[in-house]
Protein backbone atom coordinates (compact mmCIF):
# COMPACT_ATOMS: atom_id res chain seq x y z
CA UNK A 1 0.00 0.00 0.00
CA UNK A 2 1.04 3.37 -0.76
CA UNK A 3 0.52 6.40 1.58
CA UNK A 4 1.18 10.08 2.26
CA UNK A 5 1.66 12.20 5.20
CA UNK A 6 1.44 16.00 5.88
CA UNK A 7 1.79 16.33 9.32
CA UNK A 8 1.15 20.11 9.65
CA UNK A 9 -1.91 21.58 8.44
CA UNK A 10 -1.01 25.14 8.79
CA UNK A 11 1.85 26.85 7.97
CA UNK A 12 2.54 30.63 8.51
CA UNK A 13 5.38 32.42 7.33
CA UNK A 14 6.23 36.00 7.14
CA UNK A 15 7.08 37.42 3.34
CA UNK A 16 10.77 36.95 2.52
CA UNK A 17 11.25 34.00 5.11
CA UNK A 18 12.34 30.49 3.92
CA UNK A 19 9.22 28.20 3.42
CA UNK A 20 9.41 24.85 4.03
CA UNK A 21 6.08 22.36 3.88
CA UNK A 22 6.44 18.92 5.36
CA UNK A 23 5.46 15.62 3.03
CA UNK A 24 6.78 11.70 4.47
CA UNK A 25 5.96 8.59 2.06
CA UNK A 26 5.34 4.87 2.43
CA UNK A 27 5.80 2.57 -0.73
CA UNK A 28 6.49 -0.89 -0.75
CA UNK A 29 8.78 -0.16 -4.13
CA UNK A 30 10.91 3.09 -5.13
CA UNK A 31 8.15 6.56 -5.12
CA UNK A 32 7.07 8.88 -7.40
CA UNK A 33 6.76 12.39 -5.71
CA UNK A 34 4.44 15.35 -6.48
CA UNK A 35 3.69 18.17 -5.22
CA UNK A 36 0.89 20.40 -6.26
CA UNK A 37 -0.57 23.80 -5.38
CA UNK A 38 -4.51 24.97 -5.15
CA UNK A 39 -5.63 28.23 -4.82
CA UNK A 40 -8.94 29.03 -3.41
CA UNK A 41 -11.47 28.01 -5.78
CA UNK A 42 -9.49 26.84 -8.41
CA UNK A 43 -7.95 23.10 -9.59
CA UNK A 44 -4.68 21.58 -8.59
CA UNK A 45 -1.50 22.96 -10.51
CA UNK A 46 1.29 20.83 -10.94
CA UNK A 47 4.25 22.28 -9.34
CA UNK A 48 7.17 19.59 -9.61
CA UNK A 49 7.61 15.81 -9.20
CA UNK A 50 10.72 13.59 -8.06
CA UNK A 51 11.24 10.03 -10.50
CA UNK A 52 14.54 9.59 -10.27
CA UNK A 53 18.12 11.53 -10.22
CA UNK A 54 19.18 14.17 -8.69
CA UNK A 55 17.42 14.41 -5.17
CA UNK A 56 16.96 18.07 -5.52
CA UNK A 57 14.08 18.85 -7.65
CA UNK A 58 13.28 22.27 -8.84
CA UNK A 59 9.62 23.34 -9.94
CA UNK A 60 7.93 26.16 -10.69
CA UNK A 61 7.26 29.79 -8.92
CA UNK A 62 10.87 29.16 -7.46
CA UNK A 63 9.67 26.00 -5.36
CA UNK A 64 12.02 23.07 -4.88
CA UNK A 65 11.62 20.02 -3.39
CA UNK A 66 14.66 17.25 -1.54
CA UNK A 67 14.03 13.64 -1.84
CA UNK A 68 15.37 12.02 1.09
CA UNK A 69 15.15 8.16 0.89
CA UNK A 70 16.30 7.27 4.31
CA UNK A 71 14.09 9.41 6.23
CA UNK A 72 10.91 8.83 2.95
CA UNK A 73 10.93 12.24 2.83
CA UNK A 74 10.04 15.17 0.19
CA UNK A 75 10.03 18.75 1.54
CA UNK A 76 8.96 21.30 -0.33
CA UNK A 77 10.51 24.99 -0.27
CA UNK A 78 10.85 28.26 -1.29
CA UNK A 79 13.98 30.43 0.13
CA UNK A 80 11.72 33.44 0.28
CA UNK A 81 8.21 33.31 0.41
CA UNK A 82 5.48 35.84 -0.90
CA UNK A 83 2.32 36.85 0.07
CA UNK A 84 0.65 35.17 -3.33
CA UNK A 85 2.53 32.27 -2.69
CA UNK A 86 -0.44 31.23 0.02
CA UNK A 87 -2.52 28.59 -1.00
CA UNK A 88 -3.29 24.72 -0.33
CA UNK A 89 -0.67 22.34 -0.62
CA UNK A 90 -0.46 18.68 -1.66
CA UNK A 91 2.23 15.60 -1.54
CA UNK A 92 1.52 13.02 -3.55
CA UNK A 93 2.96 9.29 -4.44
CA UNK A 94 2.21 6.33 -6.64
CA UNK A 95 4.05 3.10 -6.03
CA UNK A 96 6.68 2.49 -9.32
CA UNK A 97 6.51 -1.18 -8.15
CA UNK A 98 2.44 -1.17 -8.44
CA UNK A 99 2.19 -1.28 -12.62
CA UNK A 100 -1.53 -1.70 -12.95
CA UNK A 101 -2.41 0.61 -10.23
CA UNK A 102 -3.18 4.07 -11.62
CA UNK A 103 -3.91 5.80 -8.31
CA UNK A 104 -2.11 8.88 -6.41
CA UNK A 105 -2.34 8.95 -3.06
CA UNK A 106 -2.57 12.44 -2.11
CA UNK A 107 -1.85 13.79 1.61
CA UNK A 108 -4.57 16.08 3.43
CA UNK A 109 -3.06 18.99 2.50
CA UNK A 110 -1.21 22.02 4.15
CA UNK A 111 -2.63 25.91 3.89
CA UNK A 112 0.37 27.95 3.53
CA UNK A 113 -0.70 32.04 5.11
CA UNK A 114 2.32 34.23 4.36
CA UNK A 115 1.55 37.65 6.24
CA UNK A 116 2.80 40.47 4.41
CA UNK B 1 -5.07 24.55 -25.63
CA UNK B 2 -8.20 24.54 -22.57
CA UNK B 3 -6.43 22.18 -21.31
CA UNK B 4 -9.09 20.02 -18.71
CA UNK B 5 -12.42 21.55 -18.71
CA UNK B 6 -15.58 20.56 -16.40
CA UNK B 7 -19.15 21.79 -16.59
CA UNK B 8 -20.88 22.16 -14.51
CA UNK B 9 -19.37 24.76 -12.06
CA UNK B 10 -21.44 24.51 -9.26
CA UNK B 11 -24.76 22.68 -8.71
CA UNK B 12 -27.62 22.04 -6.11
CA UNK B 13 -28.70 18.85 -5.83
CA UNK B 14 -31.99 17.45 -4.13
CA UNK B 15 -31.85 13.63 -2.57
CA UNK B 16 -32.20 10.97 -5.17
CA UNK B 17 -31.92 12.81 -8.13
CA UNK B 18 -29.66 12.46 -10.63
CA UNK B 19 -26.78 14.35 -12.66
CA UNK B 20 -23.83 13.67 -14.83
CA UNK B 21 -20.70 15.78 -14.59
CA UNK B 22 -18.98 16.62 -17.73
CA UNK B 23 -15.27 16.41 -18.27
CA UNK B 24 -13.44 17.27 -21.20
CA UNK B 25 -9.67 17.12 -22.20
CA UNK B 26 -7.98 18.45 -25.44
CA UNK B 27 -4.45 17.03 -24.76
CA UNK B 28 -5.11 13.59 -26.41
CA UNK B 29 -4.27 12.32 -23.29
CA UNK B 30 -4.91 8.35 -22.60
CA UNK B 31 -5.47 8.20 -18.78
CA UNK B 32 -8.32 10.20 -17.38
CA UNK B 33 -9.45 9.96 -13.41
CA UNK B 34 -12.23 11.60 -11.62
CA UNK B 35 -11.65 12.60 -7.83
CA UNK B 36 -13.48 13.95 -4.79
CA UNK B 37 -12.27 16.45 -2.24
CA UNK B 38 -13.78 16.45 0.89
CA UNK B 39 -11.99 19.16 3.57
CA UNK B 40 -9.16 17.97 5.38
CA UNK B 41 -9.11 14.36 3.64
CA UNK B 42 -6.90 14.89 0.23
CA UNK B 43 -8.21 14.16 -2.72
CA UNK B 44 -9.56 10.10 -3.70
CA UNK B 45 -10.11 8.39 -6.83
CA UNK B 46 -13.18 7.99 -8.01
CA UNK B 47 -12.55 5.79 -11.44
CA UNK B 48 -9.89 6.26 -13.33
CA UNK B 49 -9.99 5.75 -17.71
CA UNK B 50 -6.49 4.05 -19.33
CA UNK B 51 -8.39 4.46 -22.71
CA UNK B 52 -11.53 4.71 -24.51
CA UNK B 53 -13.80 2.29 -23.67
CA UNK B 54 -11.80 1.20 -21.04
CA UNK B 55 -12.72 2.44 -17.33
CA UNK B 56 -12.28 0.86 -13.71
CA UNK B 57 -13.01 1.75 -10.34
CA UNK B 58 -11.01 3.42 -7.56
CA UNK B 59 -11.27 3.99 -3.88
CA UNK B 60 -14.26 5.67 -3.74
CA UNK B 61 -16.47 4.43 -7.00
CA UNK B 62 -20.18 3.63 -5.18
CA UNK B 63 -22.51 5.47 -5.95
CA UNK B 64 -20.66 6.92 -9.37
CA UNK B 65 -20.93 5.81 -12.91
CA UNK B 66 -18.37 6.45 -15.36
CA UNK B 67 -18.01 6.08 -19.20
CA UNK B 68 -15.41 6.88 -22.00
CA UNK B 69 -16.69 6.76 -25.50
CA UNK B 70 -13.96 9.22 -26.83
CA UNK B 71 -10.25 9.92 -26.01
CA UNK B 72 -11.53 13.76 -25.02
CA UNK B 73 -14.70 12.47 -22.56
CA UNK B 74 -15.32 11.14 -19.18
CA UNK B 75 -18.12 12.15 -17.68
CA UNK B 76 -19.28 11.41 -14.19
CA UNK B 77 -22.95 10.18 -13.98
CA UNK B 78 -24.72 10.46 -9.77
CA UNK B 79 -27.70 8.39 -10.40
CA UNK B 80 -29.25 8.36 -6.85
CA UNK B 81 -27.25 12.00 -5.41
CA UNK B 82 -26.97 11.43 -1.35
CA UNK B 83 -26.15 13.70 1.16
CA UNK B 84 -22.59 12.16 1.53
CA UNK B 85 -21.84 12.75 -2.29
CA UNK B 86 -21.68 17.02 -1.29
CA UNK B 87 -18.24 17.48 -2.13
CA UNK B 88 -15.91 19.07 -4.64
CA UNK B 89 -15.36 16.94 -8.37
CA UNK B 90 -11.86 17.46 -10.31
CA UNK B 91 -11.29 15.50 -13.32
CA UNK B 92 -7.59 15.11 -14.17
CA UNK B 93 -5.86 13.83 -17.37
CA UNK B 94 -2.06 12.46 -18.16
CA UNK B 95 -0.11 10.84 -21.22
CA UNK B 96 0.51 7.75 -19.67
CA UNK B 97 0.67 6.31 -16.08
CA UNK B 98 3.67 5.99 -13.59
CA UNK B 99 5.51 8.47 -13.87
CA UNK B 100 3.25 10.93 -15.82
CA UNK B 101 1.91 14.34 -14.48
CA UNK B 102 -1.92 14.61 -13.60
CA UNK B 103 -3.48 17.85 -14.95
CA UNK B 104 -6.52 18.72 -13.37
CA UNK B 105 -9.48 20.75 -13.82
CA UNK B 106 -11.32 23.78 -12.41
CA UNK B 107 -13.98 21.42 -10.62
CA UNK B 108 -16.77 20.64 -9.44
CA UNK B 109 -18.88 21.74 -6.55
CA UNK B 110 -21.67 19.74 -5.78
CA UNK B 111 -24.09 20.06 -2.76
CA UNK B 112 -26.71 17.36 -2.17
CA UNK B 113 -29.63 18.66 0.13
Known amino acids: AQSVAQPEDQVNVAEGNPLTVKCTYS??????LFWYVQYPNRGLQFLLK??????LVKGSYGFEAEFNKSQTSFHLKKPSALVSDSALYFC??????????????FGAGTTVTVRA | NAGVTQTPKFRILKIGQSMTLQCTQD?????MYWYRQDPGMGLKLIYY???????DKGEVPNGYNVSRSTTEDFPLRLELAAPSQTSVYFC????????????FGPGTRLLVL
Open chain 2, 92 to 103: ASSYGANQETQY
Open chain 1, 27 to 32: VSGNPY
Open chain 1, 50 to 55: YITGDN
Open chain 1, 92 to 105: AVRDSGQLNDYKLS
Open chain 2, 27 to 31: MNHNY
Open chain 2, 49 to 55: SVGAGIT
